[in-house]
C-alpha cells in the first residue's frame, strides 16, 4: 500500500514540477534537498515492479519466523530454502532498479545512499586487514581484563537511576524523550520532541544495562538534535544509517568507555554500587569494561572485534548477491571466515551462521553500516578534538556539551541536505578511511594489554 | 548518428530478449557478459536525449578549438566560458543517466565502471595523503639524480632501433603490430591482430623516447592479448581505462624503471649509444631514469610525482561537477592544490590549470584512471610476484615471459566479463589500496634519495 501511495503518478508530476522551480534553486538548501532527495527515492520504487515489492514483504515475514524457529532448533537445512528464495527476489529488485559495478550496489543504497560494494569494500577490507593482527595480539598478549568485578550484584533499580542519570549528563534530554524496559534495548520514536529510549537490566551484568543505555542515548542524541521544523522532510531526517551508528557508538565508546568518563564518574557509581564496585580500583573497572576478546556473537562483541564480525558479514552477502557464494556453502564459508578473522568457530549454526535476523529478512546490504559508523564516529571525534581541544580533560570534568555541541552544528542538522561520505570529507577534511578507528584503538588496547603490542600490529 | 543506431528500439528488443533466453544464462561467461554489458550501456544511452547528445559532442568540438587557442595564448579568461557551458552539459546528462550520490558518479562510469566519486576518494585521498609527505622528504633530501646523462647525444635511428627490441623482448608482437613516429605518441589499431604504437624522439632526451615505447608497448601488449574471438564484443575488450593503464604504466615502470630490467640491458645500451653512455656507471644511469621531483606539467612528470598531479585533478574537476568550485575560482583553486601538495606554483594558466586537453572536451572523470591505472598496476604486479618468484631476477635475466604469461591468463584475456574493482580483489586477494604502490615507491626513492625517507615518510 505504502508503495502504490509512493509511487502514484501525481506525486512524479508534482516532484517533475517542483525541481525546475525556484523554490528548489538551491540544491543544497531545505527545499532543494528535500526535492532531489525525495525524487531520487521515488524514482527509485517506480522501477520496482508492485508485483515484486509485495510478494519481497510477504516472503520477508515468513521467512523470518522459519529463521526464528530454525534458530531455536539449530537448523540450517530448514531455513536455506528461504534465504535462496530471499536472495533471489533481492537480486531481482536490483536488476529492475540498477546498478553499475554489481546487484550490491543497488541494495546498499536503500540504507546507505552513496555507497557501492566497491566504496565499502575499499574501506572495510583496509580495516578488517590492519583490525585481524590488532585482534590476534591481543590474544597473545596473555592479559585478562578483570571482568569478573561486572558480574557482582548490581540492583536493577539502582542501575536504572544511575543510568538514566548519566544518559542525561550526556545530553538526552527527558522533557523530550524517555527511558523505559524491553526485552531488546532499541530507539524509537515519533520525531525530535518525542524520543523512546529502552534497555534492559540483568543484575550481573552492569555493562550490558549501562552500556546500552549510553548507546540509545546517541541514537536518541541525534534525534532529537534533527530540525523539528523539517519533521517528516529528507532536511529533517537523519542522514543515513551508519551516521546513526556513528552517534550511538560515539557515546558508548569513545565517550562511555574513556578513561576520562570514568575518572569523571567512578566515585558515583561505586556509591551506587557499593556492594560491588568498594576496593575496585578506577583502573580494575576501566579494564573491564575494556575488556577485548574474540567471541561468536556479534552484538556481545567488544569495542575492537566489534567490527571484524561486521567484515565478515559484508564479505559473505556480497558473495551471495554477486553470485560467488551458493547459500548451501554459506555455514561453510561462515565458520571458514570466523577462523581466519577472529580465530573462534561456532559448534552450532544458531550461534553461528543463524544468529542474526538482517539476511532472514533480506536486508542484504545493512552490515557494512554498523562498521562505517564506528569510522564515521572515529574520524569525526578527532575532527572534533581538533577543533575544541583535549575531550578526555572535559569528559573527566562532566562536560559533554561541547562535544554535543560540535555534533549539533556539524552532523544532527544536516539532515539528508548531504550524503554521509560528502559530510565527512567537508567536516574532517577526509575521505572516510580506517586510520583514525584504527590509530584509537591501537592506544587504547595498546596501553591495556600491553604497549609492544601497538607497535607490533602496526605494520 | 551513432547514438540514433546505439539506442534503436529493436536492439533493446534483441537484448531483452537475449538476456532471459538460456544463451545467456551463465552470467560470468561471454555471452552473459556480452548480453549483460550491451545491455547496460545501451540502457545508460537511452536515458540521454539524443538533442543531449549531439549538443555535447558540437560543443565539445568547438570547446576544443577554443581551449588550444587559449593555451597558445595563457588566456583562461577566453576558455571559461566554453568550460562553464561543457559542465552544466554533462552535469545535465548525469541528471538524465540518474545517480546515488554524487553527479560525478554518472560520468566516471563512462570511464570506469564500478567506480564512484566516493569509491575513488577512497583510495585516491589515502594515496595523497601518504605521497605528500614522501614527495616533500625527497625535495628535502637534496640529493640531485646525474640526469644530465640522458641529454647528451642519443642518435634517433640508433634509439629507434634500441626502443624496437626492447619493446619486443617485453613481448610485443610485431606481427601483429607496428610501431611508427608522431607528434604525441598513442597506441591504436584494429583489434588484438593489428596494433599500432607510436612515438617520438629527441637526440637530447633518451627518457622521453624510450619510456615512450614502453608505455605504448604497455598498452599495445594488452591489446593483443584481448580475445580476438570476442572482438568488437565486451568479452573482448579492454576492462576499463585504468586497466589499461595499469598494463602501460607496469611495463614502463615497473619493469622498464627496475634496477633488474637494466642490469638486463645496460651493457647493451652502452653498445648502441657509445658518446653518450661510456664511462657512465649503471647505478648513475639507473638514478637518472628515475629520477623524482615537483614539477608543473604531468606528462612530464615522474613515477612518484605523476600521481599527485592526478590526484589534484580529481579533487578539482569532482568539486566542480558537484557545485562546490564555480569555474571562476578553478585557477586559483589549481594554484593552491599545487602550492599545497608538490609544492609548485605555474607563473601561468597555460602550464598551469589550461595544461590538458580533457576538460576542454567535457571529460570530467577520466583523469583519476590514470592514478588507478598505478595502483592496480603495483597491486596486481606483487601479486605475480607472490606467484611466480623474484621478478627482479628474472629482468636482470631478460626473461619477461612469466610476467607476460601470467597478465595473460589473469588480466587480458578476462576483457569485461569482470569489473576491474573485482579483478583485483579476486587476483590479489584484496580490495585495491594503496598501500603496494607506496610500499614501492618508499622502497625505491628510499634507496636513491636517502634509506631514512622511506621510514620518514612511512607515518
Known amino acids: ?23 528548489a534553486a538551491d540544491a543544497a538548501g531545505d527545499l532543494g534537498a528535500n526535492v532531489r532527495e525525495l525524487r531520487r527515492r521515488r524514482k527509485k520504487l517506480t522501477k520496482v515492479p508492485a508485483a ?10 515468513q521467512s523470518h519466523q522459519v529463521w526464528a524457529a530454525a534458530r531455536k532448533a539449530d537448523d540450517f537445512a530448514a531455513f536455506r530454502p528461504w534465504l535462496e528464495k530471499m536472495l533471489r527476489l533481492r537480486i531481482e529488485q536490483a536488476e529492475a532498479v540498477g546498478y553499475s559495478g554489481s546487484p550490491y550496489d543497488a541494495l546498499v543504497d536503500d540504507y546507505e545512499p552513496g555507497e557501492t560494494a566497491v566504496s565499502i569494500a575499499r574501506v572495510l577490507d583496509a580495516l578488517r586487514a590492519e583490525l585481524t593482527p590488532l585482534v590476534a595480539a591481543i590474544v597473545k598478549s596473555g592479559r585478562k581484563a578483570p571482568s569478573e568485578v561486572l558480574a557482582r550484584s548490581f540492583p536493577v533499580a539502582a542501575q536504572a537511576e544511575f543510568g538514566k542519570r548519566a544518559a542525561a549528563a550526556i545530553g538526552f534530554d527527558f522533557d523530550a524523550g524517555r527511558l523505559d524496559t524491553t ?18 537490566y ?6 550490558d544495562g549501562f552500556f546500552s543505555i549510553l548507546h540509545e542515548a546517541g541514537h536518541g542524541i541525534y534525534e532529537q538534535g534533527l530540525r523539528a521544523d523539517q519533521y517528516g522532510m529528507p532536511a529533517g531526517e537523519a542522514m543515513s544509517l551508519a551516521i546513526h551508528e556513528s552517534q550511538s557508538r560515539m557515546w558508548e565508546n569513545l565517550v562511555g568507555r574513556s578513561y576520562g568518563f570514568w575518572r569523571w564518574l567512578y566515585a558515583d557509581a561505586q556509591r551506587a554500587f557499593p556492594a560491588a564496585l568498594a576496593g575496585v580500583p578506577l583502573d580494575d573497572f576501566y579494564f573491564a569494561v575494556n575488556e577485548s576478546k574474540p567471541s561468536l556473537i556479534r552484538t556481545e562483541s567488544d569495542e575492537a572485534t566489534y567490527n571484524l564480525h561486521v567484515c565478515i558479514r559484508f564479505g559473505l552477502e556480497r558473495a551471495l548477491v554477486e553470485g560467488r557464494l551458493a547459500v548451501a556453502d554459506l555455514p561453510g564459508a561462515w565458520n571458514d571466515a570466523y577462523r581466519d578473522t577472529l580465530g573462534v568457530v561456532s559448534p552450532t549454526d544458531a550461534n553461528g551462521v543463524l544468529q542474526d535476523v538482517h539476511w532472514s529478512e533480506g536486508m542484504f546490504g545493512y552490515f557494512p553500516t554498523y562498521a562505517l559508523g564506528n569510522l564515521y564516529a572515529a574520524q569525526l571525534f578527532d575532527a572534533a578534538g581538533r577543533e575544541l581541544g583535549d575531550l578526555d580533560a572535559m ?7 561541547p562535544l554535543l555541541g560540535w555534533l549539533r552544528r556539524n552532523v544532527h542538522v544536516v539532515g539528508q541536505c548531504e550524503t554521509a561520505p560528502r559530510l565527512v570529507e567537508r567536516v574532517t577534511g577526509a575521505s572516510l578511511s580506517a586510520a583514525p578507528l584504527m590509530q584509537r584503538l591501537r592506544a587504547k588496547f595498546g596501553g591495556l594489554y600491553g604497549g609492544s603490542l601497538a607497535a607490533s600490529a602496526a605494520s
Open 52 to 61: 515484486l515489492v509485495e510478494e519481497i514483504a510477504r516472503t520477508a515475514s
Open 1 to 23: 500500500m505504502a508503495h502504490r501511495r509512493n509511487t502514484a503518478p501525481e506525486v512524479g508530476e508534482w516532484l517533475d514540477t517542483l525541481v525546475t522551480s525556484d523554490l
Open 202 to 207: 540483568n543484575e550481573h551484568d552492569f555493562g
Open 395 to 401: 569528559f573527566a570534568a562532566g562536560e559533554f556539551e
Open 183 to 200: 526485552h531488546h534495548p532499541f530507539c524509537g520514536g515519533a520525531g525530535p520532541r518525542d524520543v523512546r529510549l529502552t534497555t534492559r
